[in-house]
């Protein structure tokens, strides 16, 4: 079954330097959700897209910006990088709102500043 | 705000043995969700718990959750050390983005 994809699955920028990051959900999921993992902590959800309109904001810093494109895909666009941006970037999607919605969760996007 | 508690954050225990790993959260939910992580991977998705009362087993893990004392458990029966990972409790907010809990770093040993 299609899982979701991320790229690049491993990132090495320097401070001050700009990331994309590009998640493609699984086919049919209109939600996408974006998460962030520093090392030995619990995910921190950053925001979130359901058709194409962002839908649920967490902690994700000005720096940072996103969005949902028209074929469901997702960019995560970080600028004037910090060392502390170093992580695990998650991206999940699920289909629609409903009670029992799942969130599947990709493999992850390992951004490392340096 | 919701806040999502695990305990014990970590855990080790011999191979054959029973534990439970407990999850506590401050707001009301009607989703409560369990993941497996193991080092420098993806989560995933062992059970979905959406009612009160809900209880579901896989193999050697069994998960429960009472929404009146916002608790769930993930319960493990005669450990292997093939469950060795990181276990997080995570609850959907009114918007359905996932508050996790710090997680549980399990270590089963010989």
């Known amino acids: 079954a299609a899982g979701v994809i991320q790229s690049p699955r491993h990132l090495i920028k320097e401070k001050r330097e700009t990331a994309t990051l590009k998640c493609y959900p699984i086919p049919r999921h209109d939600t996408v959700y974006w998460y962030q993992q520093g090392p030995g902590q619990d995910p921190q959800f950053l925001i979130s897209?359901?058709?194409?309109?962002?839908?649920d904001k967490g902690s994700i810093p000005d720096r940072f910006s996103a969005q949902q494109f028209s074929d469901y895909h997702s960019e995560l666009n970080m600028s004037s990088l910090e060392l502390g941006d170093s992580a695990l970037y998650f991206c999940?999607?699920?289909?629609?709102?409903?009670?029992?919605?799942?969130?599947?969760f990709g493999q992850g996007t390992r951004l490392t500043v340096v | 705000e919701l806040k999502v508690e695990q305990n014990p954050l970590f855990l080790s225990m011999q191979e054959g043995k029973n534990y439970t790993i407990y999850c506590n959260y401050s707001?009301?939910?009607?989703?409560l969700y369990w993941y497996r992580q193991d080092p420098g991977k993806s989560l995933e998705s062992l059970f979905v718990?959406?009612?009160?009362?809900a209880v579901k087993q896989e193999g050697r893990l069994m998960a429960s959750l009472d929404t009146k004392a916002r608790l769930s458990t993930l319960h493990i029966t005669a450990a292997v050390h093939d469950l060795s990972a990181t276990y997080f409790c995570a609850v959907a907010n009114s918007g359905y983005a996932l508050n996790f809990g710090k997680g549980t770093s399990l270590l089963v040993t010989p």
């Open positions: 707001t009301t939910s009607d989703r």
């Open positions: 999940a999607s699920s289909s629609g709102f409903r009670v029992n919605t799942e969130a599947f």
């Open positions: 897209f359901y058709e194409k309109m962002q839908s």
């Open positions: 718990l959406l009612s009160n009362g």
